[in-house]
Each structure stands twice: as structure tokens, then as C-alpha cells.
């Protein structure tokens, strides 16, 4: 008699399984939109410069600064775990020149050291525009939040155009008994006003708010394999040799994505 009871409810629930699964369905086709806009910002950390044969008396070298992009996106449901999305923008990059000048090496009116952090133009933003493309891959859903993965390239392009920068030190108390030491041209700034590529991959986490808006959050690596930002530095301090080396900039970075996107429900 249990048995048969367990058996009977058993196939009351396999039964009313399809019309639940045709609601939810029917659910998901209102309020999931199909297309939506959206803007995203992204804070990064990029990566240092590069510079080539870094030997010699001066300990020179570079830092990274905080840069970022803003993204106008239109967003795509190709599938309910698939979108496919489309971004134009721009960003920013900096680079901080530093270094060290060895009171053993040059006799300056301080008789110290000199350290220096350069505060010019390579202290200041390379800016750039882009457009991009990417798949979003929903995974590990629950109700009204998933999380998602990325992969996607972007093409960009600079306008920026050569930069220079010098410095000079003092030989003495007296201000007009200074002399030029360093020099910096920033000569490359935009790939040689060329176009250029980007790939990147990313992981997040999505909400879907009351609104039936949507709120991303999540890491996202960039790599470029251009350094589209190159240039040279020069010593030349007394009587000793001059030293002269180049660097150059990727543009690889890791940020932090912050997305909110606007949506309509799809018409019945």
C-alpha cells in the first residue's frame, strides 16, 4: 500500500515537471532582455616599463601608476548562458620616471645624493580610444546571480603625440649655477600612429537587480604584445661618459571591472 502510494506521487511529479519547466521558461523569456546598454569602469594597475640593457652608474628605473578605462557597452543574449558584447571607450596609462644619481658620481651643491621621481611627462597619462569585443559565459547560477567568464580582443589606437622632459642640478647655492643632466623623449607614443591589438580574459560575478537591471563586478587581465609607448633617456653629468637607453610600455594591465548595464523585458 506505501509502495504503491510512493509510486503513484513519484509519477505526479515527473508529470507536472515539463508544465513547470514550460513556466519557468516562459518566466525567463519576459524578464531576461535580449539586448541591453551598459557602461563599464575599469581601475587598472598596468605594467612597468621596459628598459632594455639597464646597466651602468645610474639606478634608474620606473614605477607603475594607476590608470583605467571607461567602456560604453551594448550587450547581446545569444543564449541564456552565452552574450556576446560590444564596447567603445577610452583609457589612460602612466608611467613614473626614477632615479639615482650617486653623490660618489656627481658633487652636487647638497652633497647628497639625488633621487628623483620625474613629475613631467612621464608622469602623466597616455590616453588612447578602443573598441572591443567579448563572449560572456554564465556559470554556476542561482536565482537573480551568476557568475561569469570573459575572453574577448580590442583594437586601439592613440593620438598622443612626442613628449620631452629635462632636468638639471645644482652645482652650487646658487640657483643660476645649474646644469642640464637628464634628458627624456617620449618620441613613440601612439605605435607610430598605428593601430594596434589587445587580447584579455576575465571572471566576475553578475546580480540582477529589482529593476531588472544588471550589476557585474570582476578581475580582468589584458595583454598586449605591442608596446605602443617607447622613448629614451639620457644621462650626461660632467665629465663622465653620457648614457643613453631606451624603454618602451605594453599597456598590459589588471583591473578591476565595475559594470551596470540597463535592460527592457523582452515583448511577449
Known sequence: MILKYIINLSLLILSAIPVYSQKEKKYADITSPKFYWGVTVTPSLYSKAHIYDNAGEYQAGFTRRAGGEILINYYY??????????????GSLAQQFRYLVSKETFNSATGMNVLVALTGPLNTATFYIKTQGEVQYKFAKMQNKN????????????LESTSEYSEAILTSSSSSNAIEYVSIIQDNNNNNRKPWINFHIGIGYEWKLNSINF???????????????????QFDIGNLPEVKKNYAVSGSYLGINVSYFFSMPAKR
Open 77 to 90: 543574449n545569444a543564449t541564456p548562458d552565452l552574450a556576446i558584447v560590444f564596447s567603445a571607450g577610452g
Open 215 to 233: 550589476l557585474q563586478a570582476g578581475l580582468k587581465f589584458n595583454y598586449s604584445p605591442i608596446k605602443f609607448v617607447s622613448g629614451t633617456y
Open 147 to 158: 557568475w561569469f567568464g570573459t575572453a574577448g580582443l580590442a583594437l586601439l589606437y592613440s
